[in-house]
């Protein structure tokens, strides 16, 4: 899946994560959220851009993810300059952001490496969003965020994995727990 992706062209890249980010924006959930979670991608994952100037232009606050021990914490990004790259390559928020309590998040726009139609997800097996986001289960905010391509069938689950409660793909919208749009 990850040759796969990496494979991509960049228009490729760039016109499906534009469709998968306008299937995000469309999303009832993000009209009603008042801070929205996004990631800065990395190997040819989905961009947020779109998703991040829509929300900074609604007036949301808007947070990315840091690493923090085994965990993730959330900081408060407000202009680009606030992100710099960390020991793995990912753009975090600077230290100084302010960070928020996951429960204080109204929408979480998830990467991966693949996911399935039950919300299941695979991703670079750190496991830092199943151990900080498991508590935020079933309430309607995680969102998968992929290209089509990245639906496979069935991920065999375990206990610790958090399932998304929407998967968004530049195709379509997925909703494993009857939550909608």
Do not use: W
């Amino acid at each position: 899946m990850l040759e796969r992706r990496n494979s991509l062209a960049p228009s490729e890249c760039l016109a499906a994560g534009r469709r998968a980010q306008q299937h995000g924006l469309a999303l009832a959930a993000f009209a009603a959220a008042r801070t929205v979670a996004l990631y800065a991608p990395i190997r040819n994952e989905v961009a947020t851009g779109m998703l991040h100037d829509a929300a900074l232009a609604a007036g949301k606050r808007v947070v990315f993810p840091a690493i923090a021990g085994d965990l993730l914490e959330f900081r408060v990004v407000r202009a680009p300059e606030d992100l710099v790259c960390s020991r793995f390559g990912i753009c975090e928020p600077l230290p100084g952001c302010p960070v928020l309590d996951p429960e204080e998040i109204d929408l979480f726009f998830i990467p991966g490496v693949a996911f399935d139609s039950a919300g299941l997800r695979v991703g670079y097996g750190k496991g830092f969003y199943d151990k900080t986001l498991h508590r935020l289960e079933g309430q309607g905010r995680l969102v998968g965020l992929c290209y089509d391509f990245q639906l496979v069938e069935p991920i065999p689950g375990a206990p610790h994995d958090v399932q998304m409660d929407m998967v968004v793909t530049d195709q379509r919208v997925i909703h494993p727990r009857g939550h909608f749009t």
